[in-house]
């Protein structure tokens, strides 16, 4: 089976399921578009939903086992169109464990703006950090670009990004974590939405409460 005790790959399927389903019920995401993966502990392989399923019916099963380097391994459906882009941030970024990427619209029209979120809400601090939440630049979904400008925009530290006309993407450790990321990052870019309409929303970073 496994070559590595550090993860479970059935737990982590579950997880991935979990995280899409909830993704598709809040609303994040509509038909089919957006994505999860999950990385096999640190193996070069990883899971992820698959291409043009419907989220309410998706099953552990289903996801595609992919290596990094783009391979599909296993499962009966291809593998999300963005696998390279999931691929490339595991490349680039070791830390990250699962990736979440979102259509959800607050956050989505900042980043048709190509703008960004500031660091607007004390709780942003605790798992996105003291940063705003810049947009990636735009390349068509499925390219190399795009996962290319994705991983720029990430760097080496950040967890939330915006993708210019596109959505989100969340990193973290583990799913749970990534999902709770993407959820704070619709829940920012809407509360900045609304702020703007009643007045200047204020930059934490300008705060000096904060080392
Ligand atoms: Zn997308």
């Known amino acids: 089976m496994s070559d590595s005790s550090s993860f479970d790959e059935q737990q982590l399927r579950s997880d991935v399921i ?8 809040r609303g994040y995401v509509s038909g089919t578009v957006g994505n999860i993966s999950a990385r096999l502990g640190d193996t070069d392989r990883l899971v992820i939903t698959p291409s043009g399923a419907p989220y309410a019916s998706m099953q552990p099963e289903d996801l595609a086992l992919c290596s990094l380097q783009c391979e599909h391994l296993a499962g009966e459906a291809g593998p999300s169109m963005e696998l390279a882009l999931h691929a490339a941030v595991y490349c680039a970024r070791p830390d ?4 979440v990427h979102s259509h959800a ?3 989505s029209a900042i980043a048709v703006c ?7 809400l004390d709780e942003m601090a605790y798992s996105i950090g003291p940063i705003s939440i810049p947009t990636a630049a735009y390349a068509p979904s499925g390219t190399q670009e795009l996962a290319e ?3 720029a925009a990430l760097g080496r530290e950040r967890v939330a990004i915006l993708m210019a006309n596109h959505g989100t993407l969340a990193v973290a450790p583990d799913v749970a ?4 990321i993407s959820e704070l990052i619709e829940r920012a870019a809407k509360i900045f939405i609304l702020a ?3 007045g200047e929303p204020k930059d934490l970073t300008q705060s000096n409460t904060r080392k």
């Open 177 to 180: 974590q990534a999902f709770a």
């Open 114 to 120: 190509g703008g960004e979120i500031p660091f607007l």
């Open 105 to 107: 619209v607050h956050a």
């Open 18 to 25: 979990q995280a899409a389903r909830a993704m598709w019920e």
């Open 96 to 99: 990250v464990g699962a990736i």
């Open 149 to 151: 400008h994705v991983v």
């Open 196 to 198: 703007k309409m009643i």
